[in-house]
């Protein structure tokens, strides 16, 4: 398959716009995604404008007799040729040419702002006759075992804010291919196990059920020890998949709280990772049982809420952490470090000495009560969960990733961040290259973005430029489309390599 110079109408990227490569870069992003999806081979055509040939190929239109001479030029079976043109909308029309049969079949793709998209839906639509990629079968152990991620859901009423915040972040988050998801939902006297799933089934089962009453950790204990029975009687001989489960409560004090960390501790026997990510809705001590779980070997997070509030003397930020609530002068956002040198301790009193009925959604509520103040103007209030739920979920994958293929520092585009590789690849320092990568979202990584280790392929074709790509511009395309996943190119030369 042969990719000609195409046809461009209306602003590029910045890299091309002036430079007259709008056309040779049509006929490389073509490439790119041709040779992602298909079993195909590409033949080389025009790499750029000092080519002389290429000029009768730069109009607007070409003739049935122009294909034909391409497809005796560049010895090849099909011939292809995209006009893009970027007004309100971007529309790429693609022609396909058969050199064997003389014939050509059009095709067409029309998208709102983001290029790179368009191309992929066009490239999946416009070679029907083009055998495709199998998915990448993963080499090493590692890599190719399944990974069951479970989350165990509190189901209580006042748990609402943080499951509508949890189902969201399902949704955003870049899982790996090989992730299966198990639902499991608990509450007052109440346990479901869900089936295991895709992400879609997922979204599914969690409409298949109601919030009910309040919840214990000995509802919490109980539910976690259903969990591992199933698990035991669906253990099969084989490949056994990678076990991680997050608990998402609220849950306090129950009648028999030592079911509760020996569920964790049977859960840790059987190869579970445990993270409890906990919301406190009341004093320090409800935190105790959960302290008595992590002995037992889980992880424990605990959610922030703060809001800021206007009162007659000053405005401030009310803090709820760790079942007390704290003042501070600063300002904080979701992943703000909260500065313990300014922060005062608010003295619970009355009906809240006990450290019960704390509803974190109420603060300014029980900031008015306690110290008697009128709060004028309030702002929403707001929590890490986000936050802290996506670094549970990446810290599991980053136990399980973390010793697979080879570490690389790469300069790219005057800067340097560290890469993975599969470990098949050959890597040595001072080596220059260019690889095709996808990059995910990362709440784990200090660039918010990292590279799939097992994406990474050595590029063999003309690259092109609107792909070339690093932490900061990937990080800027995802806060731009809202995606979270991204395919592009990597060029740059290999300083160092990690150690073992």
Not at 283 to 298: C, I, L, M, N, T
Not at 390 to 399: F, Y
Request: with cysteine; net charge positive.
């Amino acid at each position: 398959m042969a990719f000609l110079p195409g046809h461009w109408e209306g602003m590029a990227p910045q890299s091309i716009e002036g430079t007259g490569e709008k056309p040779f870069e049509l006929s490389r992003l073509g490439q790119f995604y041709a040779s992602k999806a298909y079993l195909i081979k590409i033949k080389d055509t025009f790499r750029d404008q000092k080519d002389p040939d290429a000029m009768e190929y730069l109009r607007a239109q070409l003739s049935k007799e122009q294909f034909r001479e391409a497809c005796l030029r560049f010895k090849t079976d099909y011939v292809v040729r995209d006009s893009v043109e970027i007004q309100n909308k971007i529309r790429i029309d693609r022609s396909v040419f058969d050199c064997n049969l003389s014939r050509w079949e059009e095709f067409s793709s029309i998208g709102k702002k983001d290029l790179f998209e368009v191309y992929e839906k066009l490239t999946r639509d416009s070679f029907p006759f083009v055998p495709r990629k199998q998915s990448k079968e993963n080499s090493g152990k590692v890599l190719n075992s399944p990974n069951l991620q479970i989350f165990m859901v509190d189901g209580s009423f006042s748990f609402a804010p943080e499951r509508k915040e949890f189902m969201s972040q399902i949704e955003a988050f870049s899982w790996r291919p090989e992730t299966r998801f198990r639902l499991a939902v608990f509450g007052e006297g109440y346990s479901r196990i869900f089936p295991e799933s895709s992400r879609a089934e997922l979204r599914n089962q969690w409409k298949d059920w109601k919030p009910t009453g309040k919840s214990t950790t000995a509802d919490l204990g109980n539910s976690l020890v259903r969990l591992r029975r199933i698990l035991v009687s669906e253990d099969k001989m084989g490949t056994k998949p990678d076990l991680s489960v997050i608990i998402l409560t609220n849950a306090k004090d129950g009648k028999n709280d030592s079911v509760y960390p020996a569920a964790i501790e049977a859960l840790r026997q059987i190869g579970c990772k445990v993270t409890i990510l906990y919301s406190s809705y009341s004093g320090p001590e409800s935190r105790r049982p959960h302290k008595d779980a992590v002995s037992r070997g889980a992880d424990f997070r605990e959610v922030t809420y703060f809001q800021r509030i206007v009162t007659a003397r000053d405005s401030k930020t009310l803090v709820f952490q760790g079942g007390r609530l704290y003042t501070t002068p600063q300002v904080l956002d979701p992943n703000a470090e909260i500065d313990e040198t300014v922060r005062e301790k608010v003295e619970m009193n009355g009906s809240y000495s006990a450290g019960e009925f704390l509803n974190p959604w109420a603060l300014s509520e029980i900031y008015e009560k306690i110290r008697k103040e009128k709060v004028i103007s309030s702002e929403p209030v707001r929590s890490n969960f986000s936050i802290v739920l996506a670094k549970s979920i990446a810290g599991s994958l980053k136990d399980r990733f973390l010793n697979s293929g080879k570490k690389a520092l790469i300069k790219t585009k005057g800067r340097a961040f560290w890469m993975q590789f599969p470990s098949f690849f050959e890597l040595s320092e001072g080596k220059k290259g260019a690889w095709k990568v996808t990059f995910l979202s990362s709440a784990s990584s200090p660039e918010g973005v990292e590279v799939l280790p097992e994406s990474v392929e050595a590029y063999p074709y003309p690259p092109p430029k609107t792909l070339d790509c690093d932490p900061s511009s990937v990080r800027n395309y995802f806060q731009n489309t809202e995606k979270s996943k991204f395919d592009c190119l990597v060029r740059g030369e290999i300083l160092e390599l990690s150690r073992p």
